[in-house]
DNA sequence: TCCTTCCAGTAAAACGTTTTTCTATTTACA
DNA sequence: TGTAAATAGAAAAACGTTTTACTGGAAGGA
């Protein structure tokens, strides 16, 4: 494995000119430039990045924070952010605190550990997706801040799925409450007058966004709303879904339409019903959350809200880089709050066209 | 930040001593272990991985090349690898080659680019997936084996999903044809007579093994096989299930039983059945294969072969740091041919039982 | 023309570790 | 007891870059 200094030797410079000209760190004339050039070709030589690291104190490469990556969610995720960081010439380090099959008090440890290990690794940025709510949240957060915002030697960082703009933290979401405002609107034109609602954890800051948007439209628009009974209460799986959805119909037997926090709850839903002859769309009509991929497979397809996963990793890691490329905590943080689309299907509409397959909008 | 320099002064030792108490290697006095340990907890001390690799070449990172992040496959794979990564102290580096959305010379040009950007980047071992087929295989397989058996300088590495022992790399792999055995006997044994196949593109290594395992069944059984009519192609998406069922059907109306060759075709195929009425499992019995997510949410729940992907993931990272921590490429590459289980739904089998969450076997 | 400024390019320092080499004891054995 | 071997620990070299400090010659101004 040829170095530099070989490089250097067979070019016939110093080896401070080949870093110059590698990094176009100062001006190398024309005519050296193009020796180098040929010697680095000629000898196939790499830099090594972490001799390189090393002086430079930029390791060229980003750690990823996800809380499942076998969600419906973070694959895209995670495809969006490193199709920009392979074009910034960035790795990316993956870390999944794996939230979903621990208690949320280890879930915090975890992802604590996690962010500790990144920056541990002299990583240049981090995206994260947070899930920490209640107990540890407010000492997390201030950490977090902490690190964000250090005077001497902050690390640049952006939050995912969760708006943490007021810890000065860089963050790309969704506007979930508009979005909740469309898909239950959505219901309402559809005709319904009855509409329930199957919400997600309390513990999670995103379901209760959702369900306060739930709760405003039917306020703010004089439908019926009785908090006891129109909504019931699941985990995000199909079999929670499809309790919940039980639990809706004995409370509310004439219950005409349903929103529910994610499509997986959606999906156990659709089964009750179809098990009990209910008609969908005709008695009553379901919407999802998230546009999982299952959701335009199963029967009927499952009207929903299309959430831009994948550009929200691209835009993620572009505003991480920004911020890498700038060396600055000076500036205030952006918040990215990003636009997401009614998909009408037949769990909403008999005559819903057939295909909606935009790769991410 | 403080570096090792100030430990040394704070406990009063050589940095020479910190280092051989940090990495175990060297003996030291219990008394100066004491002190060194002490004094590293509270100056909070981390070693610099990078000011670390920089002399001991390794940087306690291993690169994963995925084929499509977003794939049923992949999460699960990258969560098993993360788990073993994690407990052996290493980072984990995703490439995604984003196969499905390229032509098949693009991937292989994306595919070896990633696996030299892993090179370049130090990584201490590398597991991949390879799609690569026919044009350049030959020239690819070739240089990859070069990398896992130079002499001076082997990169560890493991191939995931595909047998590489001829080429002298380390393989964890399922065992597709047994699998398919079990598929098509069950169907077999459910009564079926005319057992149809609907297979994935000709250019896939696994879509073939699986065709044939699925034709010697039938011929090892007597069964009818017309590869004309009972064979239809598909290229692993819902759609062309669904088309490929049309197709089936029109051939040979009186066909029983299909096996797929994955489980997205497989629910294109029961959409298909269910638009014209045909009586699932009675009438014709569907068997998949992956046990991808959808399958057990789908209606008929979808009998299939449940694939390990988390324990793959787990069996290629284990071997990857055997060989790693055994600094030697001399031994002969060892392959792990990962057993599968038959998962029986309503698909095949109208009184099968409910859940199957068996979470990774 | 002389002195200063500028600049391309080089030599050398620095980065924070690990590893090698060396030294001063201690231990072992005759 | 005396010499050789073993060993704990320290000093110093090394890793392969980037960056800083320096050099010598050209350019510019007076």
Redesign the pocket.
């Known amino acids: 494995m040829s ?3 070989e490089v250097a030797t067979k070019a016939g ?5 080949v ?2 000209v ?2 176009k ?5 024309p ?2 430039v193009k020796r180098v050039e040929k010697a680095v070709k000629e000898l196939n030589y790499k ?2 990045p972490i ?2 690291g ?3 104190k930029r390791s060229k490469t980003i750690g990823v924070i996800t809380q499942d990556i076998c969600g419906v969610f973070y694959p895209y995720i995670m495809k969006g952010i490193n199709s920009i960081a392979d074009e910034k010439g960035y790795q990316v380090i993956m870390c999944d605190v794996d939230g979903s099959s621990h208690s949320s008090e280890i879930a915090l440890g975890r992802e604590r550990a996690l962010f500790h290990k990144l920056l541990a690794s002299r990583v240049d940025g981090i995206i994260f997706v947070s899930a920490i709510t209640g107990e540890g949240q407010d000492e997390y957060f201030a950490e977090l801040k902490k690190m964000a915002r250090n005077k001497n030697g902050a690390i640049p960082m952006v939050s995912l799925e969760r708006d943490l703009t007021m810890l000065g933290i860089d963050s790309v979401y969704f506007d979930s409450y508009n979005n909740v405002q469309k898909a239950v609107e959505h219901l309402a034109k559809c005709g319904c007058k009855k509409v329930g609602h199957i919400a997600g954890p309390v513990e999670l800051q995103i379901a209760n966004e959702r369900r306060k948007g739930y709760e405003d439209y039917l306020k703010l628009h004089a439908m019926e709303l009785d908090e006891e009974k129109m909504i019931a209460y699941g985990d995000y799986t199909h079999q929670s879904g499809y309790t919940a959805m039980k639990e809706l119909l004995e409370n509310v037997p004439d219950i005409d339409g349903v929103f529910c926090g994610n499509d997986q709850m959606a999906i156990g839903a659709l089964r009750y019903l179809k098990e009990k002859n209910i008609d969908i769309p005709g008695q009553i009509k379901i919407i999802g959350y998230d546009d999982a991929f299952v959701s335009s497979v199963v029967e009927p397809p499952l009207s929903t809200i299309h959430i831009q996963k994948k550009t929200a990793g691209r835009r993620a890691a572009t505003v991480l880089f920004e911020r890498i490329e700038r060396e600055g905590n000076d500036e205030m943080a952006v918040g990215i709050k990003l636009e997401s689309r009614l998909i009408v299907r037949k769990s909403t509409k008999e005559d819903a066209k057939e295909d909606w397959d935009l790769s991410d909008w």
């Open positions: 170095g530099i200094k410079v110093s080896i401070a000119t870093s110059n590698l990094n760190s100062k001006y190398v004339s005519e050296l830099v090594d001799a390189s090393m002086k430079s």
